[in-house]
C-alpha cells in the first residue's frame, strides 16, 4: 500500500525541548506522507490550535507552515519525537485500521522513559543490531496478525480521531 493509497493521516508529534530530534524525526517522516497527510507538533510550546503547529505537505513534497488550520483527519499517528522511523512505518502502522473494527494500533518497541524495558523484548533502545533483527523477525511471524488489547501506550500509536476526541483531542496529549 503505497501513501497515496491509504486513509489521510495526521500525525501528531509530541515534541521534547530538543528541536534537532523534531527535525530529524520530521525529515524522516516526510517521504511516508501523502498529499492529504498533515502533522501536528503538541508540546510545551505547540498549540495544536494554532496553524504554526501544523505542517502540510506541498505539490513538491516538502513539509510547510499552513496559513489556515489543516483538518484533522480521521486516523492520527501519535509519535514521540524520540522514535526512529523504519522505511513504510507509517505503511505498517496504519494498515491494520483498514478493518473498521480496529479502533486503535500501537508498535512493539522498547523505547521507554527511565529503567523500563518491555517483558519479552530483547535488545535496549541503543542496540540497533539486536533491534533489527528483532523487528525483521517480528514483521515475519506476526504479519497479519491481531492482538486485542485493553491499553496500549508507548511511543507509536495509531488511532480513530473519535477515540483521540474521547481522550480530550489534541490538547489532550500534551497531559
Known amino acids: 500500500m503505497r501513501p497515496a493509497e491509504r486513509a489521510p493521516v495526521t500525525v ?9 530530534r523534531t ?5 524522516a517522516l516526510e517521504p511516508q ?4 497527510d498533515n502533522v501536528v507538533l503538541v508540546g510545551p510550546r505547540s498549540d495544536p490550535r494554532s496553524p504554526g503547529s501544523w505542517r502540510v505537505r506541498r505539490t513538491k513534497g516538502a513539509l510547510a507552515r499552513p496559513t489556515a488550520l489543516p483538518t484533522l483527519r480521521g486516523l492520527v ?3 514521540d519525537d524520540r522514535v ?3 522505511e513504510r512505518f507509517l505503511e505498517v502502522l496504519v494498515a491494520p485500521m483498514r478493518d473498521p473494527s480496529v479502533g486503535a494500533v500501537a508498535s512493539r518497541s522498547n523505547i521507554a522513559d ?6 519479552g523484548v530483547p535488545y535496549l533502545p541503543d542496540d540497533a ?9 517480528r514483521a515475519g511471524s506476526a504479519r497479519g496478525g491481531i492482538t486485542p488489547a485493553g491499553h496500549l501506550g508507548g511511543p507509536a500509536l495509531a488511532l480513530r480521531t473519535d477515540l483521540l476526541d474521547e481522550a480530550g483531542g489534541l490538547r489532550g496529549l500534551q497531559e
Open 12 to 20: 501528531a508529534v509530541l515534541v521534547g525541548a530538543d528541536h534537532r
Open 114 to 119: 527511565g529503567e523500563e524495558l518491555l517483558i
Open 129 to 137: 543490531a539486536r533491534r533489527k533483527a528483532f523487528l525483521r523477525d
Open 33 to 36: 506522507l501523502a498529499h492529504h
Open 23 to 27: 527535525r530529524e524525526l520530521l525529515a
Open 84 to 86: 526512529l522511523l523504519s
Open 77 to 79: 499517528v501519535v509519535l
